[in-house]
């Protein structure tokens, strides 16, 4: 069994959608996102329900404590399946809410969330910069931003879903030291979120390189990723179309794991799979429905980094109550 890391959460949350159609507020500028209108809006609609609830159903099955949310899609939160945007936690009870870049997404942010986290988890603190989106600033959360909680370095790509000014605040009041760079596709166009072209785990990175046009700076990602003792595997543009970035480390009852989709896991080369399960087993999810949005499981899933009350429950839904 691995030992036991901050970098991979034993809880997380995540959201089940009722409604889910890709968002066309965020077309222009996720590159990732695919139509569905050949698919018909009810079928897409209850394929994502059965994704989610399945994909929820194997991290419980491995270990990973889920708190799953219902939503209804009564407020037209047509991208709510992806928690970790608007809101993220730390050690020592820190909560963060985002500012978050298209107006629909902005009422995906929820009480009964942060309800549940002060219930069952001790949170000292909530700091909210939603109210940032007035002034155009922007942090869309561990989208924007991939965390190593580690060495707190917050590696983040440019784009219009992340500001510098927003993430300078962010890092002095979380204790993070910003990485920086910009990104450009074969089209030129900005990486929307850094996480789909970064994992970090605890032993191991994935980058997709390639993306991270300036040479100084691939080389100063790479230095310092390898510089914390980690194995680092460099995705090509392919693998990144396919999600392989999109990966999250979480903690089960067997140890740490590696949760993917299962797009994202065939991607992968032979040789790229047995050096990542050196470290973790991949746990691969079906989730192509979902990633018709542009994102993929670790865009579905917000991680706890909180100390849990004694006598905390396991799993809960948005309409349970979790005693503290």
């Given at each position: 069994?691995?030992?036991?890391?901050?970098?991979?959460?034993?809880?997380?949350?995540?959201?089940?959608?009722?409604?889910?159609?890709?968002?066309?507020?965020?077309?222009?500028?996720?590159?990732?996102?695919?139509?569905?209108?050949?698919?018909?809006?009810?079928?897409?609609?209850?394929?994502?329900?059965?994704?989610?609830?399945?994909?929820?159903?194997?991290?419980?099955?491995?270990?990973?404590?889920?708190?799953?949310?219902?939503?209804?899609?009564?407020?037209?939160?047509?991208?709510?399946?992806?928690?970790?945007?608007?809101?993220?936690?730390?050690?020592?009870?820190?909560?963060?809410?985002?500012?978050?870049?298209?107006?629909?997404?902005?009422?995906?942010?929820?009480?009964?969330?942060?309800?549940?986290?002060?219930?069952?988890?001790?949170?000292?603190?909530?700091?909210?910069?939603?109210?940032?989106?007035?002034?155009?600033?922007?942090?869309?959360?561990?989208?924007?931003?991939?965390?190593?909680?580690?060495?707190?370095?917050?590696?983040?790509?440019?784009?219009?879903?992340?500001?510098?000014?927003?993430?300078?605040?962010?890092?002095t009041h979380f204790n993070f030291e910003p990485l920086v760079f910009r990104t450009a596709d074969d089209d030129g166009r900005p990486t929307y979120h850094t996480n789909v072209m970064m994992c970090i785990g605890t032993e191991f990175a994935?980058?997709?390189?390639?993306?991270?046009?300036?040479?100084?700076?691939?080389?100063?990602?790479?230095?310092?990723?390898?510089?914390?003792?980690?194995?680092?595997?460099?995705?090509?543009?392919?693998?990144?179309?396919?999600?392989?970035?999109n990966a999250m480390e979480l903690t089960g009852s067997q140890g740490r794991l590696l949760a993917l989709s299962s797009r994202a896991a065939a991607s992968l080369t032979p040789a790229q799979t047995s050096v990542i399960e050196q470290f973790?087993?991949?746990?691969?999810?079906?989730?192509?429905?979902?990633?018709?949005?542009?994102?993929?499981?670790?865009?579905?899933?917000?991680?706890?980094?909180?100390?849990?009350?004694?006598?905390?429950?396991?799993?809960?839904?948005?309409?349970?109550?979790?005693?503290?």
């Open positions: 069994m691995s030992i036991p890391s901050f970098q991979a959460p034993g809880a997380v949350v995540m959201i089940r959608p009722h409604r889910f159609h890709p968002n066309p507020e965020t077309a222009h500028d996720n590159s990732f996102q695919s139509s569905a209108d050949h698919h018909g809006t009810a079928g897409v609609a209850a394929a994502a329900h059965a994704e989610v609830s399945a994909a929820a159903a194997r991290l419980q099955a491995a270990g990973v404590r889920v708190h799953l949310f219902e939503d209804d899609g009564g407020r037209d939160t047509p991208d709510s399946v992806f928690p970790n945007n608007w809101f993220s936690t730390h050690g020592g009870g820190h909560v963060a809410l985002y500012p978050m870049y298209s107006a629909n997404r902005r009422r995906e942010r929820r009480s009964d969330v942060i309800d549940l986290l002060k219930a069952g988890y001790r949170v000292q603190d909530v700091i909210d910069y939603s109210g940032l989106e007035h002034d155009g600033l922007f942090l869309e959360g561990t989208g924007a931003m991939v965390l190593d909680h580690i060495e707190r370095v917050a590696y983040t790509a440019l784009s219009r879903r992340a500001s510098e000014v927003m993430l300078e605040r962010f890092c994935m980058v997709g390189f390639d993306l991270i046009p300036d040479a100084a700076r691939r080389a100063e990602v790479r230095r310092r990723l390898e510089g914390s003792g980690r194995t680092v595997i460099a995705l090509d543009n392919r693998q990144i179309a396919c999600f392989a970035g973790v087993p991949l746990l691969p999810l079906a989730v192509p429905t979902i990633e018709l949005a542009g994102g993929s499981v670790r865009c579905m899933l917000a991680g706890i980094h909180l100390a849990r009350r004694d006598g905390a429950c396991n799993g809960v839904t948005s309409a349970q109550a979790c005693p503290a």
